[in-house]
């Protein structure tokens, strides 16, 4: 009872100082310049999202990131060998260090046309929300901190991350914590896509693809052979059958398959890329446990059952690892996130979803994600589009929220 009369009066405390903060004339300052300066940030956001920055491939918005980082006179700007483009605002002290980052890599392979078309205030290119809008709201922070001349007690890296998306693998984000600023990082914010959204639980996952193989032959002459196909489906069948609980929520998915060369050739090879995924450490190893057990055993069941010529075979390829985790509810950011997004009108509550801060999560350092305000629809899709109106909000939130955590 009296740790919950501590936290309310804790949470009151932060929105209180939110709210303060915000009267604050210095802040004002900066809140004004960023709704000033929006337009023009809204014309980055369409340049930047026509320089492609595919999986694998962010180097061309990176370099541009690390000119507009110079330009905006950050200390110290660098690219990791990750491609993670690396600037710092200092503060009065470095600590505490908070990280303020969008990502740079979409999911368009090279060769789409990322050209942005404008109609009123709706914009409309492949990556223009999700993450373009994340880059010019970590820009427009760094531009309204400096027309304003604020200066935060604890200190600022800006970060524009690679491999956030797909396969990607928060490769990113990873080299961050376990490298380039391994041991320095104290807290984490991730600008990701649009609307005003919080997330403080990060979904893990792991992604494996499996190539079954078999000497194949002739479906009649070569019969009595085991199948890859047919050992691939015992496979299937069991993970289908796989008990996960509902809460946290647990999943899995055989999402791809492929294989076989002839509907009369006993297969000489095939593969199924299967995804499985809990905000839940222990969860997330339990289902992957039993993965690797469900297809070692069908490659046995198989063998056992046909025994002509030789065996299948099946090798599991990790090809994703996001670790899971969790920023508590009632943990400092996620009431400060919440008492600054209230004001900026945000009326919903904290969520799950698969970022970059599942890494600092994992690693139990204060993390969330949040959008970049304005509306957004068709994220991943070649439609995808992002509505301007009001989106500097989006910037707002995140400015004050910055400076309410670098203290
Ligand atoms: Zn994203």
């Known amino acids: 009872m009296r740790a919950f009369i501590f936290l309310l009066a804790a949470s009151a405390l932060f929105a209180q100082d939110a709210v303060r903060l915000m009267e604050d004339p210095t802040i004002k300052a900066a ?40 330009g905006l006179g950050l200390k110290d700007v660098r690219i990791d060998k990750a491609g993670n483009v690396i600037g710092v605002r200092p503060g009065a002290s470095p600590h505490p260090n908070l990280v303020f980052q969008g990502h740079l890599d979409t999911v368009f392979p090279e060769g789409t046309d990322v050209r942005v078309k404008r109609d009123g205030t709706v914009l409309k290119g492949p990556g223009i929300g999700d993450d373009c809008r994340g880059l010019v709201v970590v820009l427009g922070v760094i531009q309204a901190l400096n027309d304003a001349h604020v200066q935060t007690p604890g200190t600022i890296t800006f970060v524009a991350d690679t491999g956030e998306e797909g396969l990607g693998d928060l490769r990113g984000t990873k080299n961050l914590f376990n490298d380039s600023l391994k041991g320095q990082i104290d807290k984490f914010i991730s600008v990701d896509g649009t609307g005003l959204s919080i997330t403080n639980v990060g979904v893990g996952s792991y992604r494996y693809r499996v190539e079954f193989k078999g000497p194949g032959g002739h479906s009649f002459g ?11 489906g015992r496979a299937i069948a069991k993970i289908d059958n796989f008990d996960v609980p509902k809460n946290p929520k647990t999943t899995f998915n055989v999402g791809r398959v492929g294989g076989g060369t002839s509907v009369n050739a006993i297969p000489f090879e ?19 446990a039993k993965f690797k057990a469900a297809v070692s055993e069908a490659v046995e069941e198989e063998n056992h059952r046909w025994t002509l010529r030789g065996s299948v075979t099946a090798n599991p390829e990790l090809v994703g690892y996001r670790p899971p985790g969790v920023t508590n509810a009632d943990s400092a950011i996620v009431i400060t996130a919440l008492a600054v ?44 589009t992002y509505d301007t109106k009001d989106s500097y909000l989006g910037t707002q939130r995140g400015l004050l929220l910055a400076v309410a955590l670098a203290r």
Do not use: Y
């Open 341 to 384: 997004s209230k004001i900026f009108g945000f009326t919903g509550t904290p969520g799950e979803g698969s970022t970059d801060s599942n890494v600092p999560m994992n690693l139990g350092i204060p993390a969330i994600t949040i959008g970049g305000g304005g509306r957004g629809t068709g994220a991943h899709s070649l439609d995808e």
């Open 31 to 70: 809140l004004d310049a960023v709704k000033r300066n929006e337009p023009h940030f809204i014309d980055e956001q369409i340049r930047i999202c026509e320089i492609p920055a595919p999986p694998f491939h962010e180097e061309a918005r990176g370099r541009e990131l690390e000119r507009l980082f110079k």
């Open 270 to 288: 095939c593969w199924m890329e299967v995804d499985m995924r809990s905000s839940d450490q222990a969860s997330l190893e339990s289902v992957n």
């Open 222 to 232: 070569a019969f009595g052979m085991a199948n890859p196909i047919q050992a691939m």
